[in-house]
């Protein structure tokens, strides 16, 4: 019934649905020592197609690794540089794990290879790779990957073997058919794809949101301090005299959670310090601030007489010393999380 007669008058056989045909066109699998005899090494597609898979294999690892991390990062009071430092690293060590295990266990591949109908064998024997070389391979392969440039070896090579692949004795090779439908290839590359976007704005973000957070504690101590600055020049308006006892008469602060104490010295000098042990841990031995009252340029002295300018240092002062303001030694706080007028 499923035969077609043609014009002869004799019987054909009826052609076979797409999808059966396009299957028996699809390899059979086959041992790598074959795959190596036959010089069926991986192509470009195929390993794209695996890299593509263990991507995102990785990435969400990482990013349920980042979940339980980063509020225990935020208790610690990790700065931001370290916390960035540590995705990064837990991502490197990952990656090396994962493909030095999956390359030298007894498939021969990641996950992501035994979905593109890869393995990666000894150059030499075709055979399987021991896990020192496998962790070799993988750690090449980081190194070349974040390079770029290293990676398009296998364009020129006749095995096309990776840079990888030359410096630990490996090769490619291609054992049977991509076990996976164009639908959800495509599907995993767009997963692929936001998961790396969204990696790449987070550590690109979060030193941002992280040193937000800690300025504007920062901050708090900076506001707090106008009514020092209210004291001094009150004060010095009054009696003229630039003595602490005179500039602080009247004036007492009370520590709050990020400020310890915020006191009024000799000319003018007004000392913000932060509480770096339940406060603000990230300012630990760099927690102090200062503002300097000036007139002409030079602090509050017997006799002084104009316009009250304030000077505020962190460890960086280029904004007063810009505008020829005196300003008062001892601040400590990086410019990273000192207010914009303490830069």
């Not at 904004?319 to 300003?327: H, M, N």
Request: glycine content about 10%; some cysteine; aromatic content about 6%.
């Amino acid at each position: 019934m499923n035969d077609v007669t043609g014009e002869s008058g004799l019987k054909s056989p009826a052609p076979l649905p797409t999808a059966i045909a396009a299957d028996q066109e699809q390899p059979r699998p086959i041992g790598p020592r074959e795959a190596l005899d036959a010089h069926l090494s991986g192509g470009f597609s195929r390993r794209f197609v695996a890299q593509v898979v263990d991507g995102v294999i990785l990435e969400t690892v990482l990013a349920i690794l980042a979940l339980i991390g980063l509020p225990m990062a935020a208790s610690a009071a990790a700065t931001s540089t370290s916390t960035v430092a540590a995705i990064l690293g837990g991502y490197l060590v990952l990656f090396v794990f994962y493909h030095g295990l999956g390359n030298s266990s007894k498939r021969m591949a990641t996950r992501g290879r035994r979905a593109a109908g890869l393995v990666v064998a000894s150059a030499d024997s075709g055979g399987r790779i021991g896990m020192a070389r496998a962790f070799w391979r993988a750690l090449v392969s980081l190194v070349s990957g974040i390079l770029i440039i290293p990676n398009l070896v296998v364009l020129f090579t006749r095995q096309r073997r990776s840079l990888a692949d030359l410096l630990s004795g490996t090769v490619v090779l291609q054992t049977g058919p991509i076990a996976a439908s164009g639908a959800a290839i495509g599907l995993v590359m767009a997963i692929f794809f936001f998961e790396t976007v969204g990696g790449l704005l987070a550590v690109i973000l979060l030193p941002v949101a992280m040193d937000f957070e800690v300025r504007s504690k920062v901050n708090e101590g900076y506001v707090l301090a106008e009514t020092a600055k209210i004291a001094v020049g009150e004060n010095f308006m009054t009696n003229g005299d630039p003595s602490a006892s005179a500039l602080a008469r009247d004036y007492v602060f009370t520590p709050t959670q990020y400020v310890e104490n915020i006191t009024i010295g000799d000319g003018g000098r007004i000392t913000i310090v932060f509480n770096a042990r339940t406060g603000i841990p990230q300012l630990a031995g760099q927690n102090v601030l200062t503002l300097q009252a000036n007139i002409d340029g030079r602090p509050l002295a017997a006799g002084s007489n104009g316009l009250i300018e304030w000077a505020c240092a962190g460890r960086s002062s280029t904004q007063a010393r810009s505008q020829g303001l005196s300003i008062a030694s001892g601040a400590t706080v990086p410019e990273r999380y000192a207010p914009q007028y303490c830069r």
